[in-house]
């Protein structure tokens, strides 16, 4: 067998260099390689590592992620619109308030004042979060922060009310860090809206509140400034519209579900145009921070109410003197209507323009100017927007018959005027009444107990498994009219019962005075 040659002995020859890979990095390296379908090509001495990412499997990959439709940031809007927000700082001079035995109270608002509401309400039973509070209690400044935006290039401003509300001095922070002075041209309490004027400045960029409703599921972002911390964006959806969270009957929140804090309040919520569709105000928060349920002025009333602060520094509705309710499916069946819509006349208010139109209770006001009216609210908001002194038409169901009245806006007053209220001190000294069985009531006349008046009867007892508890009738009601009839016995409630079930009516309508005020309550009919 011939021997193989020794080749070391050769001129030419060098040994092998040992290999830079261990065992160990070479199979971490193989199995990544691997991962890609190109571990050969790892492996070949002759190619370059960073050729690894540019092998043909890898560049199908690229091709294949790039034909993926790309997530959607909101980075170009929020470039676009940013600068128009604004943080809002206020100082009121603090007046302490105390209850009835001498003590002051938690808020350091007056009680009742819509800034004390808000924090009341949802900044939780501490009033003002601790971030916000300032100065020492009893005659000392309080500071308080919230948000806005420019709605103009001169320095025309949309906030809160309950953000200006009572301060003695206004500064807004822009995007860029600058700090401006400003002062309060007018607010409404009601729609808790606030027109603000940002001086020292003439070319600020400013937004457009948005002329289309936003539908639900549109992206929506907030920017504010929460905790004091200016330029805050947050993304989410509109949840919801037409919301009623039960601060007046100007009532028409869009439910949003981006993150909103204390501090947002008066700042926009934009749309994916860059739009303003609403003004945040308040929170649904049972601990104080966002649980997702934060709820916004429409864009069309910020634009009514800012038109009017702009041109006289208040806002001036329409009014037409009734109290009203909605109509309700057994409100309906009682008056023979096929829908429940409309506004039901609980009571209209003496020498009122709707009084003086002929209006009366238990009449159902359907359209307005040839509109028609969905519910109790839709017709407050729809009068509301009308200036005093325009003469409107209503559609009203009366008595079952269908007639046009023409009336002569009021002005809403600043404050509801008084009612008498009917002091029940003593209804409790009366006879026990006589039995209604088939509502489950008992009654008095009026006239026999002290303090309930001379026009129907009173609740004297109520059975607590009964159709008319479930309405909410209590002991002192007292009951005006049954079925359209006014009634001062249980002989005649028994007698309009007894009528409304042999028209085959399911429920009777009934007009009940309440501490003070009247309203309809639809009871359903025991059969038999």
Not at 96 to 125: H, L, T, Y
Not at 143 to 166: M, W
Request: charged share 20%.
């Amino acid at each position: 067998m011939t021997d193989r040659p020794d080749l070391s002995t050769l001129p030419s020859y060098k040994a092998p260099k040992r290999s830079l890979f261990s065992a160990r990095k070479l199979a971490l390296m193989a199995s990544v390689v691997a991962g890609l379908g190109a571990a050969t090509y790892g492996l070949s001495p002759t190619h370059n590592p960073a050729d690894l990412f540019t092998t043909p499997a890898h560049a199908q990959v690229n091709n294949e992620v790039k034909k993926v439709q790309q997530p959607v940031g909101f980075a170009d809007i929020v470039e676009r619109v940013k600068p128009s927000v604004i943080s809002v700082k206020v100082n009121i001079r603090e007046k302490v308030a105390k209850d009835d035995s001498g003590n002051n109270e938690d808020s350091p608002f007056q009680p009742g004042s819509p800034m004390e509401r808000f924090f009341r309400r949802f900044g939780g039973p501490d009033g003002l979060p601790p971030g916000l509070r300032g100065g020492p209690r009893g005659g000392g400044v309080v500071t308080g922060q919230g948000s806005g935006f420019f709605i103009s290039a001169d320095g025309f401003a949309v906030t809160n009310n309950h953000v200006v509300d009572g301060a003695d001095k206004v500064e807004v922070t822009t995007d860029d860090g600058k700090t401006y002075s400003a002062k309060v041209i007018g607010t409404d309490p009601r729609t808790d809206l606030a027109l603000i004027k940002v001086e020292g400045g003439s070319n600020f960029q400013f937004a457009k509140l948005s002329d289309s409703k936003p539908r639900i599921g549109d992206w929506v972002l907030a920017v504010g400034n929460p905790f004091g911390l200016g330029g805050t964006v947050t993304a989410g959806i509109v949840s919801a519209s037409g919301r009623d969270i039960g601060n007046g009957p100007y009532d028409d929140f869009i439910q949003i579900d981006a993150p909103v804090n204390k501090g947002n309040s008066g700042g926009p919520a934009f749309d994916v145009s860059g739009e303003v569709m609403g003004v945040n105000t308040a929170i649904y928060s049972p601990s104080g921070g966002s649980v997702g349920i934060a709820f916004s002025i429409p864009a069309q009333t910020v634009k009514s109410v800012v038109a009017q602060l702009k041109d006289k520094g208040s806002v001036s509705r329409g009014w037409i003197g009734v109290q009203i309710q909605p109509v309700t499916s057994d409100i309906a069946d009682s008056l023979g209507m096929k829908k429940a819509e409309g506004a039901l006349v609980a009571e209209p208010q003496a020498n009122g323009p709707a009084a003086k139109a002929g209006i009366e209770s238990g009449d159902v006001i359907t359209a307005v100017n040839g509109e028609p009216v969905k519910d109790a609210r839709e017709l407050a908001r729809t009068i509301g927007g009308l200036a005093p002194g325009n003469a409107v038409k209503l559609n009203v169901l009366h008595k079952g018959q269908d007639k046009t009245v023409s009336i002569t806006l009021g002005q809403l007053p600043n404050s509801l005027e008084a009612k008498a209220d009917t002091d029940n001190s003593d209804k409790g000294n009366s006879s026990r009444g006589t039995d209604v069985p088939k509502l489950g009531l008992t009654v008095a006349p009026a006239n026999s107990v002290a303090g309930a008046g001379k026009e129907g009867v009173v609740v004297t007892e109520v059975d607590p498994k009964s159709a008319a508890a479930e309405r909410g009738f209590k002991e002192g009601d007292v009951i005006l009219e049954v079925a359209g009839k006014s009634v001062g016995t249980a002989g005649e409630v028994r007698d309009a019962i007894t009528a409304a079930r042999n028209d085959n009516k399911n429920s009777v309508l009934m007009r009940v005075k309440s501490g003070g005020s009247s309203r309809f309550v639809a009871v359903p009919l025991a059969k038999g």
